[in-house]
């Protein structure tokens, strides 16, 4: 469960918001979750002092987890993990797949010595469906790595995938909810914004 100790800095949100990295409203994803914020996944991580206090809020939820590697899914989320990484003590590894088109991921072969045997530390800037996560964790764990958890700045699918807590820093301020029991459509009675991710 994601706890207020794992939320970002106010003055981080803040900037989010100005710079239109976070919206509020209400949205409809792509998995059928409803929030009230949107974050842009392409642009988020794209100013390094605001990506690298995101990555210090992550890290220091996991401080005291021995990680030794940070993987990431996606190339959305290897920016994210590579200062999670920065941050950890001592400072973990970073590898990234690349998906591939039949499915499943590819983690270049050279790397694989850092995850088999190795404390692994899931991150990736969004989660929508949990899919994605879903998949590369069970790739990590055949290649040998021990999950340890998993992290991202918002979680719109569940608190556990595979077994694995996830934690989400804007989760406490911006909750996803099942279609059916949506607050905000209670709240409005506006439909929902479609988002397209």
């Not at 994605?132 to 918002?154: P, Q």
Request: glycine share 10%; net charge negative.
């Amino acid at each position: 469960m994601v706890t207020p100790a794992t939320m970002l800095d106010p003055t981080i949100l803040e900037h989010l918001k100005r710079n239109r990295l976070l919206r509020e409203g209400h949205f409809i994803y792509r998995s059928g979750r409803h929030s009230a914020a949107l974050l842009d996944r392409d642009r988020l991580l794209a100013d390094p002092a605001a990506a690298s206090r995101m990555g210090y809020a992550l890290a220091k939820r996991f401080f005291i987890d021995h990680i030794e590697t940070v993987a990431a899914p996606s190339i959305w989320g290897a920016g994210l993990a590579q200062w999670v990484a920065y941050f950890l003590e001592p400072r973990a590894k970073v590898i990234y797949a690349t998906p591939q088109t039949e499915g499943g991921f590819r983690i270049a072969e050279g790397l694989s010595d850092l995850v088999d045997g190795c404390r692994v530390l899931l991150v990736d800037n969004l989660i929508i469906s949990g899919e994605t996560l879903g998949r590369f964790d069970a790739a990590v764990e055949e290649l040998g790595g021990e999950v340890i958890g998993i992290g991202t700045l918002w979680d719109g699918a569940d608190e556990f995938i595979r077994g694995h807590g996830v934690v989400g820093l804007l989760n406490t301020l911006y909750p996803a909810y099942d279609g059916r029991e949506c607050p905000i459509c209670d709240a409005t009675g506006e439909p929902p914004e479609r988002v397209n991710y």
